[in-house]
Nanobody, 122 residues
Framework: QVQLVESGGRSVQAGDSLRLSCVASGRTYQHYTMGWFRQAPGKESEFVAT????????RYADSVKGRFTISRDNAKNTVYLQMNSLKPEDTAIYYC???????????????WGQGTQVTVSS
């Protein structure tokens, strides 16, 4: 069992940077791939980024590639999402999630946090 709690979301201006954090609890956290998804009002959930348990392998959505960076600190049971050059279209609730394997498929993530709101104004 893995419990996830996100933080760091807030309102910012376009072009600003923001770092989201997701703290995990559970003995086997380090064995899980961690991912970030987001959901904007009226839209379906969207994959953002994922990182393997070792931190070596990452995947990004094309819409965030080059602007967002996912990382993890297994000693702190924490995964991060550094978001730079934010755009209004990045406005969404951001969720972190845990999966057994490196994947971009939402349905393969077993554990989810409650989400943190990011709002980007133009």
């Amino acid at each position: 069992q893995v419990q996830l709690v996100e933080s760091g979301g807030r309102s910012v201006q376009a072009g600003d940077s923001l770092r989201l954090s997701c703290v995990a609890s559970g003995r086997t956290y380090q064995h899980y791939t961690m991912g970030w998804f987001r959901q904007a009002p009226g839209k379906e959930s969207e994959f953002v980024a994922t990182i393997s348990w070792s931190g070596v392998n990452t995947r990004y959505a094309d819409s965030v590639k080059g602007r967002f960076t996912i990382s993890r600190d297994n000693a702190k049971n924490t995964v991060y999402l550094q978001m730079n050059s934010l755009k209004p279209e990045d406005t969404a609730i951001y969720y972190c999630a845990a999966a057994r394997d490196l994947t971009t498929t939402r349905g393969l993530y077993s554990y989810w946090g409650q989400g943190t709101q990011v709002t980007v104004s133009s």
